[in-house]
């Protein structure tokens, strides 16, 4: 990474924009940042730090304040840097958020952090422009660390050295430096890693208790079920395969004697059943005797039945000519009487005396003057209906002129009221004219104020996004950490591994050399192919992870930033504009509302009066036909009262006439109909009476009331033949029956036989099988009980065993993660972790401390036990070649602190650097430390800037030592103005 040009804005002591171009200062290789105490010198390392990750090193936990106190409402505050990484240029460009002043009213407002990444890409002309790469804090930020490849603190300690941190890990204690080294390398896994084996231990621990309580659960029920069944005894040790042997015997004997008690329950039932048979055949006779003898008696009584279906049955061929007899004397009864009813009911002016002949001829006169005058009867009914239809449209005729009235009144009104909303309208027009600007405004607001108060939500989805993508980004860190770690211990285990298949005079496959002096000592630790492509699986894992949140917190940020845009206002700002536009839309709704009720009633007027015209033309067309039809109704009167009065002759009406005369008719018909049948009646009774006296004199009865009185009904007819018929019947069955009884019983004696024994027998054996039934069930139920307790035993044994195994694999694997016995060097999995990345830091500074200390001084990494069980792993001591002895960091001098920091934060950065894919670093910042060296050691620390410049590299120092100022030759000069601020300018050493 190479840093070309950083400008600063409105930031720390900066109001003014500085331009400090980077590129200008790279032939020196090595410059100095000067200028008096407090004018800004570090701000510029502050500006690179938050221009690329928003956050300043030295202010970290304090509440400062980014921009310039220097700035005006109006300046701006921003930081903008370029850099390339390999061959791509960038640039970032990003802004805190601040307070500034309000521009409509008073009080102060939030102007929100920005930040845009762009890249330098070829145009189609051949040229260069910026295209945009990401927008957002939140989106850049995560940008910068996939194109840096480097965390925040992890270029703090590889680029930008800042003041003050030099010495902090050299002096660090085992604690601090193992929480800095798990920052820069990620080793929160391997803590994870502990703390997951370690609960995974407690819960083995705990399943072993649960598998040894359900062994003594299921042994104690064992015990109980064999004491119950009296498997074993009491005094014994449960042995499974002796009580399985009990069991087994136990059901066998159960068994038989099921076996047994079934056969002699077979044996007494069927006794009980002979027994039981032959007293109810016993029984049957018995009554059968008794039933013949019932028959025998109720035969004596059936005599007289005999002679009466004997009686009926001879006088059955009589009984139609009886029958048509009596109908013949009975229609005779009811002629006459129909005759004299109607005698009874002759209307007035028929002569009864007449006879059927003279009687038709009357009702026949009588039916042609009806029909006559039924024509004047109609005439008279119309009359009244005519006369009650003048009336009416007399009537309607003075209602019509009356509404012909009323409907030119209100036409009248109505003309004047159309006139007078003609003027309102007008009026509102001018009022409700700007309703749709009004409005447009106000939706206008409602949307932005939508849009802000969905930009305020989604920030704190954007929040939570941003930490699960700086957890995604750590995580992926460690996966690279301890794939890389992987790596190298494979690489430098394939000397081991070489040196492990040596044997002697074999000539070695590296050099061919027969002897083998200092073979390398033997790994107990290899890394195997498994092992590294599962490392290479979790780094996999990790920036699909990774990728994942990157893309979900781009999305999330652009719907931040699009609702922002949307809203270009605050929430408060957007409310208050949104009443004064409410206020607005609701004048020019109540005008827009008042207009279009204005409208609708001058439409209604006009609908209203074309109404009226047209009620107007309807009520004359009515009134003309109301009177022709009140003349046409006076003539058609005229005519019928004429009519009428001709017909009516004496009477009232023509309808009593006509009344009068049916009444005659109908009686003159139904007296000559009744006199007619009267005499077909009697010539019907003569013929039947003679039929039969002929048939009664053919018969065995000496005459007709003797043959009647013999008849019986149908029913009782049969109702007598089917009793007989059964009597018979039912008396040769019986007869039978008994016959068939008493032939089976010959040998039986006429005593009922008893069952009671048998029965008594039968119930003893039924009893006697049941509880041997169930005694049998019982076995069975404990012999399946302790089948399934011997199954669930033996299963658990086996489980158990392997659960037992895997649990003491687990406790010794937990704890020597956990740096607990049998791990006699205390030391954690991520301590061990991190003493090897230290090992591999430690020997990077030593290569510039040797130089730098002329050979004196050199680390060394300690994984010495500490006492009082203290956290090991992570010490470091100074070898000191003068004495040939360690000592502690703590005891060297200012000067010897700076050196050794220094070289050991230079050896620290070669390692972050490597771990983060071999990261070129093109340019670095030191901040102070230079002032505690003497004037040779001093030399030997420039010696080594001028080393590090190799390739290239510019190499930015901020220092106050002369010396140091009379070597470099350019720098930067920050200087304070008259005014407060500050300001930047390249200068030449002369001016330093």
């Given at each position: ?235 014994e040790t449960i042995d499974l395969e002796r009580v399985a042997a009990r069991a087994g015997y136990d059901l066998q004997t159960r068994a038989d004697a099921v076996e047994r008690a079934d056969a002699a329950l077979a044996a007494a039932e069927a006794a009980h059943t002979r027994v039981r048979q032959l007293r109810e055949q016993q029984q049957q006779r018995n009554a059968a005797r008794e039933r013949m003898a019932a028959i025998e008696i109720e035969s004596a009584s059936l005599a007289l039945d005999r002679a009466l279906l004997e009686g009926a049955r001879s006088a059955e061929p009589l009984r139609a000519a009886i029958d048509e ?402 009597h018979d019947a039912a008396r040769r069955i019986a007869k039978e029956r008994l016959l068939e009884l008493e032939l089976q019983l010959a040998d039986a004696p006429d005593d009922l036989v008893d069952t009671d024994a048998s029965l008594g027998e039968a119930t003893l054996a039924r009893d006697t099988w049941q509880h041997a039934v169930a005694e049998l069930a019982a076995v069975r139920e404990r012999v399946a009980r302790f089948g399934d307790l011997r199954q669930a035993i033996e299963k658990l044994d086996r489980d158990g065993h392997e659960r037992r195994e895997q649990h003491q694999t687990i406790v010794r694997l937990a704890d ?177």
């Open positions: 990474m190479r840093i070309h040009r950083v400008q600063i804005e409105g930031f720390g002591p900066f109001r003014e924009r500085q331009d400090v171009d980077l590129d200008a200062l790279a032939p020196s290789g090595v410059f100095v940042i000067a200028g008096r105490t407090g004018a800004g010198k570090s701000s510029i390392l502050d500006a690179i730090c938050f221009a690329l990750y928003g956050t300043v090193p030295r202010y970290d936990g304090v509440d400062r304040r980014l921009r310039s106190d220097h700035c005006g409402p109006d300046d701006p505050t921003q930081v903008t840097l370029e850099f390339s990484t390999g061959s791509d240029r960038w640039r970032i460009s990003r802004s805190p958020d601040y307070e500034r002043p309000k521009r409509r009213g008073t009080g102060m407002t939030i102007v929100a952090a920005d930040a845009l990444l762009e890249r330098l890409e070829p145009a189609a002309d051949g040229s260069e422009h910026w295209v945009g790469y990401a927008a957002g804090p939140r989106d850049v930020g995560h940008a910068i660390h996939q194109v840096v490849g480097l965390s925040h603190q992890q270029f703090l300690q590889v680029i930008l050295l800042a003041q003050n941190r030099f010495s902090q890990f050299l002096l660090a204690g085992n604690t601090d430096r193992q929480r800095v080294l798990r920052t820069l390398f990620g080793t929160q896994i391997y803590e994870d890693y502990e703390k997951r084996l370690d609960e995974r231990r407690r819960e083995s621990e705990r399943e072993q208790e649960r598998d040894a309580g359900h062994l003594q659960r299921l042994q104690s029920d064992v015990e109980a079920l064999a004491r119950e069944a009296g498997w074993h005894v009491s005094d007899a009596a109908r013949a004397r009975a229609d005779v009864e009811a002629a006459g009487a129909v005759e004299a009813a109607v005698l009874a009911d002759a209307a007035a002016g028929v002569d009864a005396a007449l006879d059927v002949d003279d009687l038709l001829a009357v009702a026949q006169a009588l039916t042609g003057d009806i029909a006559r005058w039924q024509d004047a009867e109609k005439a008279e009914q119309q009359l009244a209906a005519d006369r009650a239809d003048l009336t009416r449209v007399a009537t309607q005729v003075d209602a019509v002129r009356a509404v012909l009235a009323v409907t030119r009144a209100a036409l009248t009104l109505a003309e004047q009221e159309r006139g007078r909303l003609g003027d309102e309208i007008e009026k509102l027009s001018i009022a409700a004219a700007g309703l749709d600007a009004a409005r447009a405004e106000s939706e206008d607001l409602v949307a932005r104020l939508i849009a802000a108060r969905e930009a305020e939500a989604a920030a704190v989805e954007l929040a939570q996004a941003s930490a699960d993508r700086l957890e995604a980004s750590r995580a992926v860190e460690e996966a690279v950490a301890g794939w890389g770690q992987l790596v190298r211990r494979r690489l430098a285990g394939f000397a081991a591994e070489l040196a492990d298949g040596l044997t002697d005079d074999d000539p070695c496959p590296v050099c061919g050399s027969l002897d083998h002096p200092q073979p390398a000592p033997s790994n107990h630790d290899p890394v195997t192919d498994a092992v590294l492509a599962a490392a290479e699986e979790d780094r996999d894992r990790a920036l699909a992870v990774d990728r994942e949140s990157a893309a979900r917190l781009t999305a999330i940020t652009a719907r931040v930033d699009a609702a922002r845009a949307r809203a270009q206002g605050s929430v408060e700002e957007l409310q208050a504009r949104q009443g004064e536009s409410q206020s607005r839309l609701d004048v020019a709704e109540r005008a827009t509302e008042a207009l279009d009720h204005a409208r609708r009633l001058r439409g209604d007027l006009e609908a209203r009066e074309h109404e009226l015209r047209g009620e107007l033309d309807v009520a004359a067309a009515r009134l003309a036909e109301l009177d022709t039809a009140s003349t046409v109704l006076s003539g058609r009167i005229a005519e019928a009262e004429e009519a009428v009065a001709t017909a009516c002759g004496a009477f009232p009406s023509v309808h009593a006439r006509i009344v009068d005369a049916e009444a005659r008719r109908r009686t003159a018909q139904r007296l000559a109909e009744a006199r007619r049948a009267h005499e077909v009646a009697l010539e019907r009774r003569q013929d039947a009476d003679r039929k039969l006296d002929a048939e009664v004199a053919a018969s065995s009865f000496p005459d007709a009331p003797s043959a009647r009185a013999a008849l019986l009904t149908p029913t009782q007819l049969e109702d007598l033949s089917s009793r007989l018929s059964d020597t993660l956990a740096g607990r016995a049998p791990n006699t060097m205390r030391m954690t999995l991520e301590t061990f972790v991190l003493a090897a990345e230290l090992e591999e830091i430690v020997a990077a500074a030593n290569l510039r401390l040797a130089d730098m200390s002329d050979g004196r001084y050199r680390l060394e990494h300690t994984d010495t036990l500490a006492r009082r069980g203290a956290a090991s792993g992570l010490g470091l001591h100074v070898h000191d070649a003068y004495t040939g002895r360690t000592r502690p960091p703590q005891s060297l001098s200012g000067g010897e602190t700076f050196l050794a920091s220094l070289a050991l934060a230079l050896g620290l950065a070669e390692a972050v650097t490597s771990r983060a894919g071999g990261i070129r670093l093109d340019t670095l910042f030191i901040d102070e430390g230079f002032g505690s060296l003497d004037a040779e050691t001093l030399e030997l620390a420039l010696r080594t800037l001028d080393d590090l410049r190799s390739g290239g590299r510019t190499i930015g120092v901020i220092s106050h030592v002369e010396a140091m100022k009379e070597q470099l030759p350019i720098g930067i000069l920050v200087e304070a103005t008259p005014y407060g601020s500050s300001v930047i300018t390249e200068a030449a050493p002369s001016r330093l």
